[in-house]
């Protein structure tokens, strides 16, 4: 088998894994919530700049607007930014990556990945990333939703200035979505 058809699958076993968990939690609550589906084009999604890195971040899918219990979007992480060392207390959280390399940290010991890499964070574990000298663009996809909210009050719309926010409100902001950093 291809190594990249290896990959495709071992993302998509990743992915149905997030999903599954959380379809599975709205059933044992007896809820049962009537979505409809969505086509999002490559161009479509809600665009933010990253407040650290001024990477761009695209919401594709998310609970805000009406798409389910989990969200899905890509980030770029700019050469040499990384992602900082936190964890989720009730997310999970799948990646694909499409393009860079690096290494994740997972629960204190790095892993080196590179493009077509899929990785799967579960809830409570503490991770981030390292790309030293690469570009990173990261498919990811949370549950349940609430990192799609942190992108929000945290990022900025392109062509806006960055929201004057000090790692202490950027703490706050996150706790409020279930993260918090090291």
């Known amino acids: 088998m291809k190594v990249v058809e290896q990959n495709r699958r071992s993302f998509l076993s990743g ?3 997030v999903g599954i968990s959380g379809a599975l ?3 044992l609550s007896g809820v049962e919530e009537k979505t409809r589906g969505l086509l999002a084009g490559p161009d479509e999604g809600e665009h933010l700049i990253h407040f650290r890195d001024r990477g761009n971040i695209f919401i594709k899918l998310s609970a805000a607007n009406g798409r389910g219990r989990f969200s899905l979007g890509t980030q770029q992480v700019m050469s040499g930014a990384g992602i900082p060392i936190h964890r989720h207390l009730e997310m999970e959280e799948a990646f694909y990556v499409l393009e860079g390399g690096g290494s994740v940290v997972l629960d204190e010991e790095p892993h ?4 077509g890499a899929t990785i799967f964070i579960p809830r409570n574990a503490w991770h981030g990333f390292l790309n030293p000298d690469r570009e990173l663009l990261l498919l990811w996809m949370v549950s349940p939703p609430g990192l799609d909210g942190f992108f929000r009050e945290t990022c900025s719309p392109p062509g806006t200035p960055a929201k ?5 409100q950027i703490r706050t ?3 409020k979505y279930g993260t918090e950093f090291r």
């Open 15 to 17: 992915v149905a894994g």
């Open 25 to 27: 939690a709205a059933n």
């Open 112 to 115: 080196p990945f590179a493009e």
């Open 164 to 168: 004057p926010l000090s790692r202490e």
């Open 173 to 175: 902001i996150a706790l």
